[in-house]
């Protein structure tokens, strides 16, 4: 029964990669044909190595836009763009293959869900405009976001409404057919583009066809890539790697954690960096776990990663038999198809639970903008700087708590936020609400011997480092500087909550001493300042 919903699922997927691929390698400014042999590739290596049974790795449009802002930048001539692209793929494979080799699986959350949101949105503007000169059948000069969208209206007069007709009609139908999940509303639109245009003669009255796809591989030279060029692939290849990253573990995980199936992250860091591996061995565009196509093989029933393998082999077989009727597509049609697939990231609502929540809503503002005004490339570059900023600035600028006891119990929380806990006289207690690191520990430190000294009547003071698992050379100093500036005041200082691998760093510096005036809790850490005093 499972391999029979798979084999449903995966006939309905390949009538969705089939347009996808063909539109994100319009998106990318490369021939269908490497979109296409990489959905093939990518599909077929994932559902060897990975483990989601509802991914689906093919071309996705981030990685199609950022590809498209590199190439952009590189002299006219097919070869040579193949040649880089293939270049960049196939680093951006090694690099999840070293992530992985690294046991660096903690980067799938390298980039904030507040920033990889913004930057969607962003995105999914920037594509859809980029998407109306192909709807409306002109030709405007090659620009930023805001100089294609003028010269589109400025074009007004001369659109070419055939093309407009065929595009929204296209885009209507797929809107219409994506709350029916069972549908396979990209194939039908597909199916309909191609006999109308056949029927109609479309391309007769001026509407752009896709025409012949070759999907032979060609030869490449490997030593006409400078190495000036293959720098410039190698540096694409990080923001590449970055955002299929950030979109295939998000696509992975909000579908594994619906069923409750279990992850590994290293593995789909290795299954990534095959299917990229192989997507450049046929050519191919870099490939991913894409939200529309994965969602649509959960929505038709997939039972396992059999469906992503039976929809490759369905592809690759749609494409042979097919060939002289994909070529009669029309361009609006596929425009249509990429404008229906990031409709979920048009969607304003991830953005406005922000605001509701006041929280990361100008940061998720700023990867939206920083895409729109700087471009895609730049744009990315931005939203990873964002995601770094975000996390400095909330661990450089933690708060600092002071603890009281609540009645005779061993149980010490944050006296400003509970009024009922009681403080110890003559000990201040306090707790850092961030890791100690070297962007916030002399602040820290610093704050905490500013706000003891201004109490009168303290004589003794207990630090809680249950937030600071390890802390670097930095926090280690600005520690021992505080243990002796205050010892020197005539305060005696305690720890508590104090992690082994501190304690052991501070034998290592030769600061056995503090260590032996930590506990393993703010009671007795407390209990053992009261002692001395009796």
């Given at each position: 029964m ?7 699922a995966?006939?309905a ?6 347009p996808e ?10 021939a ?31 990685s ?5 802002a590199?190439?952009?930048t590189l ?10 692209m293939?270049?960049?793929v196939?680093?951006?494979g ?21 920033v990889?949101?913004g930057?969607?949105f962003?995105l999914?503007i920037?594509?859809s405009?980029?998407q ?6 002109t ?6 976001l ?5 010269a ?10 055939p093309?407009l007709?065929?595009?929204?009609v ?11 999940p069972?549908v396979p ?5 597909l199916?309909?583009?191609v ?16 025409g ?22 190698a540096q694409l ?8 990253l950030a ?17 590994d ?15 450049a ?10 939200l529309?196509?994965?969602?649509a ?8 990663r ?19 009727l ?8 596929l425009?249509a ?19 509701a ?6 940061i ?22 964002l995601?770094?900023a ?10 600092l708590?002071?603890?009281?006891q ?5 149980n010490?929380?944050?006296?400003d ?5 009681r ?12 890791p100690?690191?070297?962007a916030?520990?002399?602040r ?7 706000r003891?000294?201004a ?7 207990v630090i809680?480092?249950e ?11 600005a520690?021992l ?7 020197a ?6 720890y508590?909550?104090m ?9 290592a510096?030769?600061?056995?001493s503090v ?20």
């Open positions: 499972k391999i029979r919903a798979d084999i449903v995966g006939l997927i390949s009538g969705l990669m089939l691929a063909v539109a994100y390698a319009s998106i990318a400014g490369v269908p044909g490497h979109a296409i042999l990489a959905a093939i590739a990518g599909a077929l290596v994932y559902a060897l190595a990975g483990r989601s049974r509802f991914a689906i790795v093919s071309a996705t449009s981030s199609a836009a950022i590809l498209a590199s190439l952009a002299p006219a001539g097919e070869g040579m763009r193949t040649l880089f293939v270049s960049a196939a680093i951006t090694l690099l999840f293959l070293l992530a992985w080799a690294g046991r660096l699986g903690g980067l799938t959350g390298f980039i904030s869900h507040p990889l949101r930057f969607a962003g999914a920037t594509i405009v980029k109306l000169p192909v709807l409306t059948g030709h405007p000069p090659a620009g930023n805001i100089e294609t969208g003028i589109v209206l400025r074009a007004a007069p001369h659109w070419h409404w093309s007709a065929v595009g929204l296209a885009l209507a139908i797929l809107l219409v057919l994506r709350r029916l069972m509303g990209a194939l039908i639109v199916v309909s583009g006999a109308a245009s056949g029927l109609l003669d479309l391309a007769g009255h001026g509407v752009a066809v896709v012949p796809i070759v999907l032979a591989p060609e030869a490449l030279a490997l030593p006409a890539l400078s190495y000036a060029r293959m720098l410039e692939a290849a990080v923001p590449l790697a970055l955002i299929l979109e295939s573990w998000g696509t992975m995980r909000a579908l594994a954690l619906r069923h409750g199936d279990i992850l992250p290293g593995r789909e860091l290795r299954a990534l960096g095959l299917a990229n591996l192989g997507a061995l046929v050519q191919g565009m870099p490939v991913g776990a894409g529309s196509a994965s969602a093989n959960e929505a038709s029933g997939a039972g396992s059999v469906a992503g393998a039976i929809a490759a082999a369905a592809l690759g077989v749609l494409v042979l038999f097919a060939m002289p994909v070529a009669l597509l029309p361009q609006p049609v425009a198809v990429v404008i229906a697939a990031l409709a979920h990231s048009l969607d304003p609502r991830p953005l406005r639970r922000l605001w929540l006041d929280r990361d809503q100008y998720a503002l700023a990867a939206a903008l920083g895409v729109l005004l700087l471009g895609v490339l730049d744009g990315m570059l931005c939203a990873i700087l995601s770094l975000a996390l400095v600035q909330r661990f450089g600028n933690a708060q708590g002071r603890l009281g609540l009645g005779d119990s061993h010490f929380v944050d006296a936020r509970h009024p009922e806990a403080p110890i006289p003559g000990i201040a207690i306090w707790r850092p609400a961030a100690l690191f070297f916030n520990a002399e820290m430190f610093a704050e905490i011997a500013a003891t000294l109490q009168p009547g303290v004589r003794a003071v809680s480092l937030e600071s698992i390890d802390i670097d050379s930095t926090a280690l100093d520690l500087d505080f243990d002796r500036a205050m010892q005041k005539g305060f005696r200082v305690h508590a909550r992690h082994d691998r501190v304690r052991d760093l501070l034998h510096a030769g600061a056995a260590a032996a005036r930590s506990d393993y809790s703010v009671a007795d850490a407390a209990a053992r300042l009261e002692s001395q005093d009796a």
